[in-house]
């Protein structure tokens, strides 16, 4: 009984607390249902108006960019905003999806003429602006495709309207390189343009670069590149040169400056003005030499003519009729080794008549938004020239130096620089009018014209010397037979020149009275047996001679005669180190010494120009030759080849030959008469002006 009440008590207690329990969750599970049923209402509605609002997006047009919603800024033409907007690629496409820096990138690409593109767009209502820059042509280039623009930086594009006043140039488009003209064009015609050339007569040939119609119909092929300049200077002179031998070119070919070429008919074949002729007066010996420079202006020795000189004492002539015999009988074999005949020539001068001094001269640009042009630098090279001269002397070389502009220091070549005012240091080079005139009246006595009288160091010094050892600094020492030239170049131009009267015949003479031999005789002996360091030589060392007044030879100690070479070596080499302390730049010669000329293949001599200098000594011999190079490499020859080779170190031609019975190899009756015509026609100084530059 008392369990059955027990129990009946834990029911009733539970049964008490557990209703309040449960309608507490009966109305929490009613509370949620009814949340429930507002909060999928909501999102019903929030689904709607999202859809709702997504299609009014997709569907509504004024979301779109069509036609009227894309606008070309600064376009200059109808065609042009029509090209713009089709390259963008922007039509047709929502504002969500718009990639403007694509845009852009996808207008420059596919529109040449246009430098610069900026898109910017309005989501809603669409609408995009592209601001664009459109190049500026520079020239025309009209072909049977059609009419080009070509900018400054060579970009061809589509010609936007009809534009005068800019070059036109007719003829097929180049290879295109990414869409450009290559630069080498761009910049040969506007050197052309610079020059004066009329623009609207140019053309353009694949193997031939830029053609101009000259006023008398003549076609002349530039080529390409800056080297306008020089190129437009040849075909000058080439045309006064023709005229006055009455050949009246139809075509004119002077890409190569130092081979120019003419025919004299559309079909005719080519003549080419290349052959050069060079003639070394020494005292010793008279050398000519005849080269031919090809188009890739290489020089080729094609003959030679060498006799013993008379007439000629220390470089100068003292004997009028023995001096021409002389040249005469050279330049005859000169002309039977090549097939040529001689008509005009290089001359080398030397002589203690030959004066130099450093000069300066200042001039303003004359024409500033052009630049400066050959012109401005004739100008400022004759003020460097325009200095008192001696009494009897007369100008050989006006060599700058070096050129500034504005201030600006070192410029090396100013042509096409902007600039107001222009200078130069330069290196003027004089001789005696009276030496002058002697040496040229023989070489016209033998029947040839002097194109142009060379100093010998200038020449040899084109001949051995590398543009690393000028550039370092070198000093050139020709040591001949009567005197011993000196030119110093420094930052690849001469500085200073010196011809001394001392050479290998003062060795010989002291030969001659030390053994008591005829001069020819001593000659031979130095040849044979002399060297210049006595100690070098072995005592025991003999060789036989016959002295005046000795009927049988005497045998004579080897290193006697040594003594007697060494000591006059010394006494020559001294003066030329004296002469290099006095212009003040024997600090700046890291290249040392470069020793030619006859008497610099003297055994020993480089060694005893070691000791005395403590510089770098070397013997060299002609270079970058070819052809009969067995008779001219050796140091004695540097002067004859230098000037054959001076064609190509002034971008210039050489001296003329003609062949028996005609013109061969455009040998006429004077292609180096260009050479005098270019100084006459630019103040006497366009060659001096050209070797700064090359």
């Known amino acids: 009984m008392k369990r059955k009440k027990q129990r009946n008590y834990y029911r009733t207690t539970a049964l008490l607390g557990a209703q309040p329990q449960a309608a507490t969750k009966r109305k929490t599970r009613r509370a949620v249902r009814r949340s429930l049923r507002n909060l999928h209402w909501k999102w019903v509605a929030l689904l709607v108006v999202t859809l709702a609002l997504a299609l009014w997006v997709w569907l509504d047009g004024r979301w779109y960019v069509m036609g009227e919603d894309l606008e070309v800024i600064n376009a200059s033409s109808n065609t042009l905003a029509y090209d713009v907007a089709l390259a963008s690629d922007l039509l047709g496409w929502h504002t969500f999806w718009l990639d403007t820096d694509a845009a852009a990138e996808k207008i420059l690409e596919a529109v040449p003429g246009i430098t610069s593109a900026e898109p910017t767009c309005r989501r809603f209502p669409a609408h995009c602006m592209i601001h664009v820059t459109e190049r500026e042509p520079a020239l025309i280039w009209e072909s049977e495709a059609g ?11 589509a010609a936007r309207e009809s534009r005068t006043g800019l070059p036109i140039i007719h003829g097929p488009l180049p290879a295109l390189k990414e869409g450009r003209v290559p630069e080498d064009i761009l910049t040969g015609v506007t050197a052309l343009i610079d020059l004066g050339v009329p623009g609207d007569r140019l053309g353009y040939l694949p193997e031939r670069g830029l053609i101009w119609v000259d006023e008398e119909g003549r076609r002349v092929a530039f080529g390409a590149g800056p080297e306008m300049a020089s190129r437009w200077a040849i075909y000058q002179a080439l045309i006064e040169d023709l005229a006055e031998r009455k050949i009246f070119p139809w075509t004119v070919d002077v890409r190569f400056s130092a081979a120019p070429t003419y025919s004299r008919s559309p079909e005719g074949r080519s003549v080419v003005e290349r052959s050069v002729v060079g003639i070394d007066i020494g005292s010793h010996r008279i050398l000519v030499l005849v080269a031919e420079i090809d188009e890739q202006e290489r020089t080729r020795i094609v003959g030679v003519g060498e006799v013993p000189a008379r007439g000629i004492k220390k470089g100068v002539v003292v ?4 001096a021409t015999d002389s040249i005469l ?8 080794s090549s097939g040529y005949q001689i008509e005009r020539a290089y001359v080398g001068v030397t002589g203690a008549h030959i004066n130099s001094r450093n000069s300066q001269g200042v001039v303003g640009v004359a024409r500033r938004d052009r630049g400066i042009t050959p012109d401005d630098v004739d100008r400022v090279l004759e003020a460097a020239g325009a200095i008192v001269l001696p009494q009897n002397q007369e100008l050989l070389h006006i060599l700058p130096r070096t ?10 070549n100013p042509l096409g620089m902007h600039g107001f005012r222009l200078e130069v240091e330069a290196h003027v080079v004089m001789g005696a009018s009276t030496a002058l005139q002697n040496l040229t009246k023989c070489v016209e006595g033998a029947g040839v014209e002097v194109s142009e009288l060379i100093l010998t160091s200038l020449a040899a010094g084109r001949a051995v010397l590398s543009e690393t050892e000028k550039e370092m600094g070198v000093v050139l020492v020709d040591i001949g037979a009567g005197s011993t030239d000196i030119a110093i170049f420094i930052e690849g131009t001469v500085w200073h020149t010196r011809s001394l009267p001392m050479g290998g015949e003062y060795i010989t003479n002291d030969i001659a009275i030390g053994l008591r031999l005829p001069p020819e005789v001593a000659e031979q002996v130095k040849l044979k047996h002399g060297h210049a360091i006595a ?3 072995a005592e025991d060392e003999r060789f036989t001679i016959s002295p005046y007044g000795d009927e049988s030879p005497v045998a004579v100690p080897r290193w006697k005669l040594a003594e007697i070479i060494q000591a006059r070596c010394e006494e020559m080499l001294e003066n030329v180190q004296q002469e290099i302390k006095r212009s003040a730049y024997d600090g700046l010669l890291p290249a040392g010494l470069v020793l030619c000329g006859g008497t610099a293949q003297l055994p020993g001599l480089c060694d005893l120009a070691r000791e005395i200098f403590e510089l770098p000594v070397q013997v060299s011999v002609p270079r970058n030759i070819s052809g009969l190079t067995d008779q001219v490499s050796n140091p004695d020859a540097a002067v004859a080849v230098g000037l054959v080779s001076w064609t190509p170190m002034w971008e210039e031609g050489g001296a003329p030959c003609n062949p ?6 455009g040998r006429g009756s004077g292609h180096c008469s260009r050479g005098k015509a270019l100084r006459e026609a630019n103040g006497g100084v366009f060659l001096d002006r050209l070797y700064l530059a090359s």
């Open 319 to 322: 004997n009028v009729t023995e």
């Open 403 to 412: 050129y500034t502009v504005d201030g600006q220091e070192g410029v090396r």
């Open 660 to 665: 028996p019975g005609g013109s061969v190899g």
């Open 329 to 336: 009988e050279a330049v005859t074999w000169a002309e039977q």
């Open 535 to 537: 100690a070098q030589v």
């Open 147 to 157: 009419v080009k623009w070509v900018d400054a930086d060579g970009v061809v594009f």
